[in-house]
């Protein structure tokens, strides 16, 4: 049971209660259905305790504005909250090892966010965000409230960081999803806006449209260069949980990387170790960053005889 549907089962109740005390007692065989209803939705729930939810504020600022909070033009805040949907529950499934370079997006209905109130200061949303739990109720933080607060730190990097800095989260990160970040940042810059983003106690803001515009850039595909390498040399490392590997080319030179691999495919990859092999990479580099490495399939190695 997730959150939604703790909630659809307490409006069941509310609904089936107002229509029961309009039904007289007397009426056994019409109360009958209802009362069944009513006592299987109770039971849904009995027990359940509704945590404290997590909320975050978005807010904007810039041309799609009107006298900073009278309002905002709707078809630029319909869309600009899509695209930041979009962005958390790509971020999400990236933190979850589930997204790939195409398809639908993983588990997004689980990721929605529920727009709650409009948030004070400029003109935007207060947002909730869903709390979940793949094995217990209600007793884990929902991974979008990790998502939000990774772009928060995507979004300091790409003002304040050094390519260096950036080139961490885009290890850590999907490329697909860094994409979904820069396309909510871009829909900004076309329509001559900027934005806050509030969540747990941390509050990050773009100081102009000009700060935006530029941070924008350096999630750019231009910025962000991608190409396919090839090494020959010996795998000396492999850790299939956390999708890593190290690649030793020569004796002072050791390529440290990730993978997109399950992890039954990550302890296939360690039947390799110590083979000479031919392996293909995908090499990522953030403006003048140190290049990342990426090994996207086992059919990206093959063994060399010896």
Same mark, same amino acid.
């Given at each position: 049971?997730?959150?939604?549907?703790?909630?659809?089962?307490?409006?069941?109740?509310?609904?089936l209660e107002e229509l029961?005390?309009? #039904?007289?007692?007397?009426?056994? /065989?019409?109360?009958? @259905?209802?009362?069944?209803?009513?006592?299987? !939705?109770? &039971?849904?729930?009995?027990?359940?305790?509704?945590?404290?939810?997590?909320? $975050?504020?978005?807010?904007?600022? @810039?041309?799609?504005?009107?006298?900073?909070?009278?309002? #905002?033009?709707?078809?630029? !805040?319909?869309?600009?909250?899509?695209?930041?949907?979009? !962005?958390?529950?790509?971020?999400?499934?990236?933190?979850?090892?589930?997204?790939? *370079?195409?398809?639908?997006?993983?588990?997004?209905?689980?990721?929605?966010?529920? /727009? +709650?109130?409009?948030?004070?200061?400029?003109?935007?949303?207060?947002?909730?965000?869903?709390?979940?739990?793949?094995?217990?109720?209600?007793?884990?933080?929902? /991974?979008?409230?990790?998502? =939000?607060?990774?772009?928060?730190?995507?979004?300091?990097? #790409?003002?304040?960081?050094?390519?260096?800095?950036?080139?961490?989260? /885009?290890?850590? =990160?999907?490329?697909? &999803?860094?994409?979904?970040?820069?396309?909510?940042?871009?829909?900004? =810059?076309?329509?001559?806006?900027?934005? %806050?983003?509030?969540? %747990?106690?941390?509050?990050?803001?773009?100081?102009?449209?000009?700060?935006?515009?530029?941070?924008?850039?350096? $999630?750019?595909?231009?910025?962000?260069?991608?190409?396919? +390498?090839?090494? !020959?040399?010996?795998?000396?490392?492999?850790?299939?949980? %956390?999708?890593?590997?190290? $690649?030793?080319?020569?004796?002072?030179?050791?390529?440290? @990387?990730?993978?997109?691999?399950? $992890?039954?495919? @990550?302890?296939?990859?360690?039947?390799?170790?110590?083979?000479?092999?031919?392996?293909?990479?995908?090499?990522?580099?953030?403006?003048?960053g140190t290049p990342r490495?990426?090994?996207?399939?086992?059919?990206? #190695?093959?063994?060399? *005889?010896?």
């Amino acid at each position: 049971m997730n959150r939604a549907e703790y909630l659809w089962y307490s409006s069941e109740i509310t609904t089936l209660e107002e229509l029961l005390k309009g #039904i007289p007692k007397e009426n056994v /065989i019409e109360r009958m @259905g209802f009362e069944r209803r009513l006592k299987e !939705a109770r &039971a849904a729930i009995e027990g359940v305790v509704m945590p404290a939810s997590q909320r $975050l504020k978005l807010t904007f600022r @810039g041309q799609p504005v009107i006298e900073e909070t009278y309002g #905002i033009y709707a078809d630029f !805040a319909g869309q600009a909250l899509d695209k930041f949907t979009n !962005a958390v529950t790509a971020i999400a499934a990236s933190l979850k090892d589930k997204l790939s *370079d195409r398809g639908r997006i993983p588990e997004k209905q689980q990721n929605q966010l529920l /727009i +709650v109130g409009p948030a004070i200061g400029s003109f935007g949303f207060e947002l909730e965000l869903p709390i979940s739990s793949e094995n217990k109720l209600f007793e884990e933080l929902h /991974i979008s409230g990790e998502s =939000v607060k990774k772009i928060q730190a995507i979004f300091q990097a #790409i003002t304040e960081g050094t390519d260096e800095d950036l080139s961490e989260f /885009i290890d850590e =990160v999907h490329p697909r &999803a860094i994409d979904k970040v820069h396309e909510f940042l871009e829909y900004q =810059v076309q329509n001559g806006a900027w934005c %806050d983003l509030d969540f %747990d106690g941390h509050v990050f803001r773009f100081q102009n449209e000009g700060q935006l515009a530029t941070s924008a850039r350096r $999630l750019a595909k231009d910025y962000i260069a991608e190409k396919e +390498v090839c090494f !020959a040399g010996t795998l000396i490392g492999v850790l299939p949980s %956390d999708r890593r590997f190290e $690649l030793e080319i020569s004796r002072a030179d050791i390529i440290k @990387g990730k993978t997109y691999l399950s $992890l039954e495919e @990550g302890k296939r990859l360690v039947e390799h170790i110590t083979k000479p092999i031919r392996i293909t990479l995908k090499e990522v580099r953030v403006g003048e960053g140190t290049p990342r490495y990426i090994l996207e399939s086992l059919e990206n #190695i093959t063994l060399v *005889d010896s």
